[in-house]
């Protein structure tokens, strides 16, 4: 009759990591704001995760494969000072798409990447190591998947 | 349908001839008979590499017979039938180096035209088993010639087997194949075994030893193991801490390939690391002299950069740019993949053993994987050319370095065969004449040599001297030495190298030119003495005695109507 379709809370303007599936596509992203204020784009426009899916597999596109959206909230951007919380979530961005191409297992079936790395900033340096939180974050994306596949199956 | 078989023929030695052509230098069939001795677990395996009469390291096509020792576990005679049969084993042990068992035929034969196997096995001492193309072409079916050891013979390979097994395998009729000069097959044998088996002579271990013989045996020298990425000296990357001198560790993280067909295949390990600009090596750099040595140790060049691909711990791709990933501005990048005999259908390793395919899917993840490490290497050049200075060195180091491996041959000679006596007794006359001059004017231009390793390259012959022994009014003299070849002495007391020369820094283009120069002079005299046995020693002599002194003379007039032409 009714089925929860997902949560969010979180403040404002802070830094989060999220994931976007559907079928098998998925596209990682970055934002300063609650991760839905970017998720909307995701829907509607022609250069993120609908339009991208459009000229790539028009088909999957507008199938009723459901949708998925997942974010992280990362407090040791937010901690970096404030000019560099954008830089610190890029390189945080750059370590997901790697921890991604090394091993897309855990977040099969979806194993067609439809985001592009960002360039690592690799002239900065953070108050965090960049690896360990892109680690952190792979792994809690790909364990609320796998979750929310298993309870839709 | 009714099909009925029908055999077809094979032309044995156009086989033959077909399976030593699959691409081997020297160097890299040497090494695929090493990784016979390796499967066989050797402990001690020796190379030597026998010239011809006359033959010095710089000429081409000087090796009379290539030999190859171990001490494994040795064959029996039908063993060694069954080794030279095409295709040979096909049943390998997990993580065998071994794969098609084409090896020891197609490598011995780009080699020479005849493979001589000897081996010992439980104390048991083989026959001499041969696999020579010139039988095969005369029968035109693939034979082996089995010859009984005489008792001369029986003692010198008892010698060569010390202990209870071991196997020698010698490869002779080389001379009707075009190789290029002994000197650079034993340089990159020097410079490559020990990245290539690093892991076997420190883990297992293994003792690997070459050794060049020209008439007199002499001393192998052993080869040392090499992590061309340094891995254990290297630092995390952090922009701000950089130092110029360290390797910095930018990737270390294993890759599962995904091949969308739900296979498993175990992960392929990755590594990449930066080092510094190899300028920052050279002298005046504004590193302290320890600190420029260990740069340099690290060899940074483009043949050296790259992915440096293993299967089963050994070396098979050197330097690869992995289809274009790897580009000529990331010479200081090295990455390593270490893959499994697993790997071989995923990557599509080939018969040598030395090429392999990725296709575009997985190009594309692997080029993700490495985008970070690229932008990083490309900061740290940078980083690198900003902390640049003029450099100045040892002089002479540069060129003889740089003609290391330039061959000296007399294109008068190249075709001929064994040169006559009285050729020999010049070129013996030569040699004993360079020994006297080479002990006054000693050089030591360790190149690469460093703290950490010595196995890239310890020192260099100086191919250039610079020193006051040559006669007063000659810029420069020729010498060749028995072993190396043609060396220059440079008049460090003459007008023009005085007042232009030292000017130039050791390293600079025009030096380098203008020792280029002066060293061709050198050796076209060296090979007109020794060769042009035609014509009388003493008439030679005299005419090489008149164009020194003309072009000496020319030189000084030169300089002193020009001076200070380098400050203008």
């Known amino acids: 009759m009714t089925t929860l379709a997902g949560t969010i809370w979180g403040q404002l303007r802070t830094s989060h990591l999220y994931a976007v599936f559907k079928g098998p596509y998925v596209y990682f992203g970055e934002t300063g704001h609650v991760p839905p204020v970017r998720w909307k784009g995701h829907l509607t426009s022609d250069t993120d995760f609908i339009g991208k899916l459009k000229r790539v597999d028009p088909a999957a596109a507008f199938d009723d494969t459901p949708i998925f959206f997942v974010g992280i909230h990362i407090d040791v951007a937010d901690a970096e000072p404030e000019t560099k919380r954008k830089i610190a979530r890029r390189a945080i961005e750059a370590e997901l798409h790697q921890r991604f191409s090394l091993d897309p297992l855990p977040v099969a079936p979806a194993t067609n990447l439809l985001s592009s790395a960002p360039s690592a900033p690799v002239r900065h340096t953070f108050n965090f190591d960049k690896v360990y939180v892109a680690n952190a974050v792979y792994a809690m994306i790909a364990a609320e998947y796998q979750q929310w596949l298993v309870r839709n199956n | ?568």
């Open chain 2, 1 to 568: 349908m009714n099909a009925i078989t029908q055999s077809i023929e094979i032309h044995a030695a156009r086989l033959c001839e077909a399976i030593a052509r699959i691409g081997y230098e020297p160097q890299i069939a040497l090494m695929d008979i090493v990784d016979n001795a390796v499967t066989a677990n050797a402990s001690t395996i020796r190379i030597s590499l026998f010239l011809a009469p006359g033959k010095t390291l710089k000429n081409r096509n000087s090796v009379q017979l290539y030999q190859v020792v171990d001490d494994g576990v040795g064959m029996t005679n039908e063993e060694i039938r069954a080794a030279f049969s095409l295709g040979a084993n096909g049943k390998y042990g997990p993580h065998s180096l071994s794969k098609y068992g084409m090896g020891l035929k197609s490598a011995g034969l780009s080699l020479g035209n005849r493979i001589h196997i000897i081996s010992k096995k439980d104390g048991q001492l083989s026959s001499r088993q041969t696999f020579d193309v010139d039988l095969i072409a005369q029968k035109n079916e693939f034979v082996i010639r089995v010859s009984e050891l005489s008792s001369a013979e029986v003692g010198s390979y008892s010698e060569l087997l010390p202990n209870n097994s071991g196997t020698v395998i010698e490869i002779d009729g080389c001379e009707s194949i075009n190789h290029q000069s002994s000197s650079t097959t034993v340089r990159k044998l020097e410079d490559h075994m020990g990245v290539v088996y690093a892991s076997f002579i420190t883990e297992r271990p293994v003792s690997i030893g070459i050794r060049v013989c020209a008439g007199e045996l002499s001393d192998f020298k052993n080869i040392t193991p090499l992590d061309i990425l340094f891995r254990s000296q290297a630092k995390a990357w952090d922009p701000e801490t950089y130092d110029f001198v360290s390797p910095y560790l930018l990737l270390d993280e294993e890759w599962t390939p995904d091949l969308g067909d739900g296979k498993a295949i175990p992960p392929i390990r990755l590594s990449a690391v930066a080092l510094p600009q190899d300028k920052l090596g050279n002298p005046g750099s504004p590193l302290t002299t320890e600190q420029q040595k260990i740069v340099k140790g690290y060899q940074v060049t483009r043949p050296n950069s790259g992915c440096f691909i293993y299967r089963n711990g050994r070396l098979i791709r050197w330097g690869d740019n992995l289809e274009g990933i790897i580009t000529k501005d990331e010479y200081n990048l090295r990455i390593r993949m270490d893959l499994t005999e697993e790997h071989d259908d995923v990557l599509h390793v080939d018969v040598t053993k030395q090429r392999l395919e990725i296709d575009d899917e997985l190009l594309a993840r692997l080029k993700r994987i490495l985008d970070s490490s690229k932008t990083t290497a490309k900061l740290v050049m940078k980083k690198c050319a900003e902390r640049m200075k003029m450099p100045t060195g040892s002089e002479g180091a540069a060129f003889s370095e740089r003609s290391a491996n330039v061959p000296e041959d007399d294109p008068e000679e190249m075709a001929s065969g064994t040169p006559p006596e009285e050729v020999l007794d010049r070129q013996r006359a030569q040699a004993a004449e360079a020994e006297q001059i080479k002990d006054t004017t000693f050089q030591d231009i360790g190149i690469g040599a460093t703290g950490t390793s010595t196995a890239l390259s310890d020192s260099l012959f100086a191919k250039v001297r610079y020193t006051s022994e040559v006669e007063y009014k000659h810029l420069w003299a020729p010498y060749r030495d028995a072993k190396e070849g043609v060396f220059v002495c440079i008049n460090i007391n003459h007008p023009f190298y005085t007042e232009f020369m030292a000017d130039l820094a050791d390293n600079s283009p025009e030096r380098l030119l203008l020792e280029a120069l002066i060293f061709a002079a050198g050796v076209g005299q060296i090979n007109t003495v020794g060769n042009l046995h035609e014509v009388e020693l003493d008439h030679i002599k005299m005419v090489f005695s008149r164009f020194h002194n003309n072009c000496g003379s020319y030189l000084a007039d030169f300089t002193s109507e020009n001076i200070n032409l380098l400050s203008e």
